[in-house]
């Protein structure tokens, strides 16, 4: 075959082979379905209650700032009007392609005159929502060519309005905004649809330049207006270019806010939470900061949780206008727990039958041995009571009786039984947290005490709580039902707390409720924990840095505001508490008379109907003080006659004495003028010798 003849049927093959290189190079993506694309949430994500309404808002993109979509007819039709004039005023004619453009673009490169862009409208949106292809105004040919390609794919496939609504809500208009929503929000501050004709100038000069100096966007904004007054498009721009408009943001749950709406996250996060009651809360919470300014109570924290489903209604981590540490979030920060530990301490007690609610015990000092030396509980008011019922014990907050009930329990068994009713935090052996446990030494939370008191709500079930408005997590047994229905019973009776609280307390509400208030120690820390059948409150105030508060008891610090919360949640009285099987009411007296007679709640078989003290001749006899291991320092300055030691003892047997070091002492108690070095006392008969412990004198 002729040289010629053959050169003449090969070029068209590479022609051919040319071309279908070039179109598999600039084959667009699968244009994505506008509504898929439309759906897509921007850089702000929100935080809504179980309906859907809004209680927080946030940015969580870093890197650009884009509003949610905004329909065609939520933006001014002026801006529209003059944007497509400006950029592409063929728009509604052409098919994705201004082949006039096109045409005169390249005309005027063959004449030399300054590059003119092309690009349409449909263009600039292939380019926007596909990060492959170059941005527009590039002048790659093939870059040219991909974006023709897929222009003409998206003009296929979707209307012209919804083309340009697209076009819209994602044109870059300067720095880190995207969009006509978010350019009216952050430079105009106010919305798409209200932006005044110089302020739409403006945003025309920003659509081709959105990075350009003010001085040329103004001068563009002024040729692209030439109906409006530069001077007024001046002021526009100004405005639109100086310092952005702050984001106006309903903050009615800032601190869960920030624990849900973190950096990634977009769209709408539904949460258990119940606007109203949020409020309420927030509201009652910041009434009662107020009233406790005096007493320099400054912050304050509360969770409201229904009980039947475990979802959280109400999380308001802070609150008072006076807080200095506001970004706190008092739901989650821990906090010594106080006396709201011993309803579960006497749970227990009363679940292992080792107490019944009309126990006696002896609220009277005590000296325990610990590994750091002699724990020697107080209550409250720093006096004792004598003999006194579990009812009374409990009701009226009283410390020594609790410790002793630890010593019946044991520390873990009750250090394990607070971990598993939602006491997460208190997870270590429960000697590391001593005899102090029973009296709330340990940190706890508020989620936690919520959680807790609910399992008392629920008749001894636990399980864990939720921020999903559809979730239900499952609850399991760890407390004997009859054992959590008797200690809700005195939790709920007023009377059982009316020695320490009086009888008008504001601990006392028109209907059922279980309450237990708790303050720490060196008065940092006051709590009120609470449920109906409905719902259960829990409510801390105190001072986020730790300082003390002023004169707060358990009724004026956090109660008030438990009160005020449970009387809003309850538009009509709720139903009272029920009791199980194997709870039988019965009645009881107590001899010596130290309480009245009345009508107890005991688990079955567990009644008696007298409770006694023992005789002394019953109680069998032990030195009560010193302790064992006790260490006595004595002062040089004062008189030996001075610094007697008193040794006590219980209990009678005839002939018993006391002695140390073998010699015996006169009279029960004993006096002894302790000398230095180390010695044992003994309590003996002479022919038995009951108890002994050991002492060193410095």
Known sequence: MPAPLKQARTLPLLLLALLAVLLWRTQPAPVPAFRSLAGQPGSIAIL????????????????TDRGDWLPLAAISPDLVRRLVAAEDRRFWQHHGIDWRSVGGAALGRLRGEPPRGASTISMQVAALIDPGLARAGQRDWRAKLQQARAARAIEAQWAKRQILEAWLNLLPLRGDIIGIGAAAARMAGRPAAALAPEDNAVLVALARRPSAPPAAVLARACRAAPDLACSAIAMAAARLLGPRQAVANRDAAPHLASRLLGPGVRGRVATSLDADVQALVQA?????????????????????????????????????????????????APRQAGSTLKPQLYALAIERRLLTAAS??????VDLETATGLYIPQNYDRSFRGPVSLRSALGNSLNVPAVRTLLLTGLEPFRQRLFDVGYRGINRPGDHYGYALALGSAEVTLLEQAAAYRSLALGGRSGPLTLKPDERPATRPVIDPGAAAIITALMADPAARAASFGEASGLSLPFAAAVKTGTSKAMRDNWAVGFSRAYTVAVWVGNFEGDAMIGVSGTSGAAPAWAAIMLALHAAPPPGFALPAGVERRPVAFLPAVEPPRTELFLAGTWQPVFALAETAEIAPRLTAPSDGTILALDPDIPASRQLLVIRSQGSRPGLFISVDGRRLPGLPARWAPVPGRHEIALSDGRTTYDRVRVTVR
């Open 284 to 332: 009652a919470l910041d009434r009662q900061l107020s009233a406790l300014a005096s007493r320099n109570v400054r912050d304050g924290a509360a969770i409201v949780v229904e009980n039947d489903t475990g979802r959280i209604l109400a999380w308001v981590g802070a609150a008072g206008s006076a807080s200095r540490a506001g970004q706190v979030d008092g739901v989650t």
């Open 360 to 365: 006696l015990l002896n609220d009277a000092p």
């Open 48 to 63: 809504t209650d179980r309906q859907g309404r809004e209680l927080a808002r946030r940015r969580t993109d870093a890197a």
